[in-house]
Each structure stands twice: as structure tokens, then as C-alpha cells.
């Protein structure tokens, strides 16, 4: 089964920290996500810009819109891709991630958010 994860920061916690204490923060991530990777069932894991656009159809057109998220007190900051049995393997490995295991997380309004998913895969 294949569980879509998001994790979410607080911009407004986060953008008032000096860039060395972010840096400082952010290097602490690296055992952490080394261990993640090492539980061998994470598919993918990217960091997501603040940069969005909104695809609908619209008219019989494809209506492209800006969608920055600076409105909402919470940004999707990193998206991954988890392979587990069910909901509660999900969730042991997601907690794996730097988002549950840094002091600083909890501080700057880190979160992870878990989705089952629906995985189709491309036949050849």
C-alpha cells in the first residue's frame, strides 16, 4: 500500500529565524533522513517550492491560475512516498522523518500529514 505524506512548516516561525539558524537546524536533518531512507521503504522524498499553480477546465479551456500559499498559516514544505502494509507501518515510518524528530520541529510548527493512496503505475 502506498501513503502519500506532506510535511508542513510555519513560514511565520520560520522566516524570522537568522539564515545561520535555519542552516544550523537544517544540517541536523541529515541522520535523520538517512535512517528514513535506510528503512528502504520510502519511494520518494522532495522538497516542494512556494511556487503554485492551479489546473482546472474551465469553458472547455484549461485555466491556469497563481496560487501562492502565503494566505495559510501552514506550508506544504517537502512531499514523500512511503510504502507500508497499512496506516500504522505508515505512520512508524513516517515518524522516522526529521518533521517528528527535531527539537526545533515542534518549535516552528513542523507536521507530517498521511494519506493512503491510490498508486497506478505506467504498463509497458
Request: glycine share 6%; aromatic share 8%.
Amino acid at each position: 500500500m502506498k501513503f502519500l505524506c506532506f510535511g508542513y512548516f510555519s513560514p511565520e516561525k520560520m522566516d524570522v529565524l537568522p539564515k545561520g539558524e535555519i542552516e544550523a537546524i537544517m544540517s541536523e536533518c541529515s541522520p535523520h533522513l538517512q535512517k528514513f531512507y535506510m528503512s528502504g521503504q520510502v519511494l520518494m522524498d522532495v522538497g516542494v517550492e512556494t511556487e503554485v499553480k492551479s489546473l482546472r477546465r474551465e469553458n472547455g479551456d484549461i485555466k491556469v491560475t497563481d496560487n501562492a500559499l502565503v494566505e495559510f498559516d501552514q506550508r506544504i514544505g517537502s512531499v514523500f512516498l512511503i510504502e507500508a502494509n497499512d496506516m500504522e507501518e505508515a505512520i512508524r515510518i513516517a515518524s522516522l522523518h526529521p518533521t517528528t524528530q527535531l527539537d526545533a520541529g515542534e518549535e516552528l510548527g513542523w507536521k507530517i500529514e498521511i494519506r493512503p493512496v491510490h498508486y497506478f503505475e505506467k504498463s509497458e
